[in-house]
């Protein structure tokens, strides 16, 4: 695991000192090693987390082809690397077990296209030196992050695994109001090639860009509805050969997420994707112990059922609890971390979980995307009920409606809204939460997001929609500024490409059974833990946000809003904002602040970061 920077120009300028300067200001995602590549057209770097062949220095990057004229450094981990000299690179003497030393072998034997023949999580730099072009490539939905500044006028790139080392090199911070809009109105972070500052883009999941003195382009190589066979909803397909399938994949995912020279540490809540998590460990035998970050209001804790979990499959459990009387340090020391607004409070203790037990463990498995690949959110439950009914199966819905789990007609039409329409003010949880506008811009077309639905089935598009614009993206940022800030690596078995394929591809009818949802992952887990453990329906989120904002947040709220850079920013109406979170810290009960948390963090955001160019 690693961090890059780079600058590409044809202007044959001397720009080894500013890469220098953006690894440095990320030198906590590679704190081991450091390398800078110079070239004629190019200068390049990286810094190393050391977790596949620690003691190698020819583990260090860059890795070069033997003539010299390809030159790879790259952020992620290659998990058939193995597979892959075994079987297109047998004749080659290698002199690292250091999967990124496939790389530059695998570009020359089949050009571009070797990015099929790779699994993982990667963000990827080729440097092609006899047709003076590049290349910067990014995993299939977006694991590791990589980011670039085009100066069209200079011909010059610049890219690097996190936003702020760009602004470095002499560039503006500038608000890109599209993402304001989209953030507002969507609750939507990085569902599009565009970051929250103006001219700061990022290659896309599944995603190449080619750059040479002529063009820049960029290519997708990947689009998950190319992969998916929806004809298996009228297929007559045995369950149980389908379980049995889907849990060899489980297990082979696991297997190849194992590898490393460090153990492996889980972290892990008490909800289903934590169980299955700890479950696949277990069965790939795994060397582990799981960690859980809790809360002092014990009606949010979830620290014993993370337990439960963890002794029953024998894991050593470590748990943290953040101190509450530092809550704002920790708010502003997340917000220059992730450099952009974020959704939720609950991101400090995921933060603080990480810091707490850095020197513990060097690579951990995390659970997401488990919920997006089993279709687990409550509101998918209608999306089933749709599918069914479509395809003639109400009798199938009718034995449904006598569990006791089944939406409720009030229910049913907020979710029926959260399908249809992308800016519904619908929680997971099914609350309405007050969305109002406060900000002075034009909301044209192309502010907006078009959410894709490239299926058939009703429940797939919300998967899908789920996988690519609205959850993951945001949540895999997340991990990322979390993990690297701590130089930890943060691996997501659950998004292994063939096992994502497998779990969108299910019968539509076998994604909830008797009313449960994620039926099959919960049937892995009672096979491994016993019957005893049968996991609920996905409640939501539990977290004291609205407690804390009510509480510890008030003062600071009050100060960031009230302050010069809010008053006079041009495009905040600071009439609204007030007279909206003054309403909030008078009524007695208040359900929800995901909004006004938005807002609160939105603001912050302006006043430390965006205004503050020297905060880099």
Not at 181 to 204: A, G, M, P, V
Not at 273 to 283: F, N, Q
Not at 502 to 517: D, F, W
Request: charged share 25%; hydrophobic share 35%.
């Amino acid at each position: 695991m690693c961090g890059i920077a780079g600058i590409i120009d044809f202007n044959i300028k001397d720009n080894i000192k500013d890469v220098e300067n953006m690894l440095q200001s990320i030198n906590f995602r590679g704190p081991n090693s450091k390398s800078i590549c110079p070239g004629t057209f190019f200068d390049i770097g990286a810094v190393r987390l050391s977790i596949v062949d620690l003691k190698s220095k020819s583990a260090n990057q860059p890795f070069v082809s033997d003539n010299g004229n390809i030159i790879v450094i790259y952020n992620g981990e290659i998990y058939n690397h193995q597979d892959l000299r075994r079987t297109y690179l047998s004749g080659h003497s290698f002199s690292s077990k250091c999967d990124g030393e496939v790389l530059p072998l695998l570009y020359q034997k089949f050009g571009i296209g070797f990015i099929e023949k790779i699994k993982g999580m990667f963000s990827i730099c080729i440097i092609d030196k006899s047709k003076s072009e590049i290349y910067l490539i990014r995993d299939r939905f977006g694991i590791k992050p990589l980011y670039y500044y085009f100066n069209p006028k200079k011909r010059s790139l610049i890219f690097c695994s996190e936003i702020h080392p760009i602004f470095l090199n002499k560039i503006d911070k500038i608000e890109n109001h599209k993402e304001t809009i989209r953030f507002f109105d969507y609750s939507l972070l990085h569902s599009t090639n565009e970051t929250w500052f103006k001219n700061i883009l990022q290659i896309c999941p599944g995603e190449y860009l080619k750059f040479s003195k002529t063009e820049l382009k960029v290519e997708k190589y990947y689009n998950l509805e190319d992969n998916i066979d929806e004809s298996t909803d009228f297929q007559k397909i045995n369950y149980f050969d389908l379980e049995d399938k889907i849990f060899q994949i489980i297990n082979k995912s696991f297997r190849e997420h194992s590898i490393g020279d460090f153990k492996l540490g889980l972290h892990i809540s008490s909800g289903l994707d934590s169980g299955l998590l700890a479950c696949g460990a277990k069965v790939a035998s795994l060397e582990t112990e799981c960690y859980t970050f809790g809360f002092e209001e014990s009606e949010f804790n979830e620290i014993p059922g993370a337990k439960q979990i963890s002794d029953a499959l024998n894991f050593k459990h470590t748990f943290t609890i953040i101190n509450t009387n530092n809550i704002i340090n920790e708010f502003e020391k997340n917000l220059n971390m992730h450099y952009e607004p974020f959704t939720s409070l609950r991101l400090l203790n995921h933060n603080h979980l990480y810091e707490k037990f850095k020197d513990s463990c060097k690579v951990i498995l995390d659970g997401s995307g488990g919920d997006e690949i089993g279709g687990g959110y409550t509101y998918q439950k209608l999306a089933w009920v749709m599918d069914m009914i479509n395809d003639g199966q109400e009798n199938v819905v009718e034995k449904m409606k006598r569990k006791k789990n089944y939406l409720n007609d009030d229910v049913i039409l907020r979710y029926s809204k959260k399908i249809n329409t992308p800016a519904a003010n619908i929680h997971e949880d099914g609350k309405f939460f007050e969305k109002f506008n406060f900000l002075n811009l034009n909301y044209t077309k192309e502010n907006f997001v078009k959410l894709n639905k490239p299926f058939r089935s009703i429940l797939r598009n919300t998967q899908y929609q789920d996988l690519m614009y609205r959850k993951l993206p945001r949540s895999l940022k997340y991990i990322d500024r979390a993990s690297m800030r701590h130089s930890v690596e943060a691996r997501v078995p659950f998004l292994d490409h063939e096992l994502v394929e497998a779990m969108i591809s299910i019968p539509t009818k076998y994604k909830l059974i008797n009313g449960i949802q994620r039926f099959i992952h919960n049937r892995y887990i009672r096979k491994t833990l016993g019957t005893k453990f049968r996991y609920k329906n996905k409640k939501s989120l539990a977290d004291p946000q609205t407690d804390w904002m009510r509480s510890h947040f008030r003062d600071y709220t009050f100060d960031i809003l009230n302050s010069n850079s809010t008053k006079n920013d041009s495009i905040v109406d600071h009439k609204i904002l007030s007279s909206k979170f003054n309403s909030f810290f008078k009524r007695k009960e208040v359900e929800n602040s995901f909004y006004l948390f938005q807002c609160l963090c939105y603001l912050a955001w302006k006043h430390k970061i965006l205004k503050n160019q020297k905060n880099i």
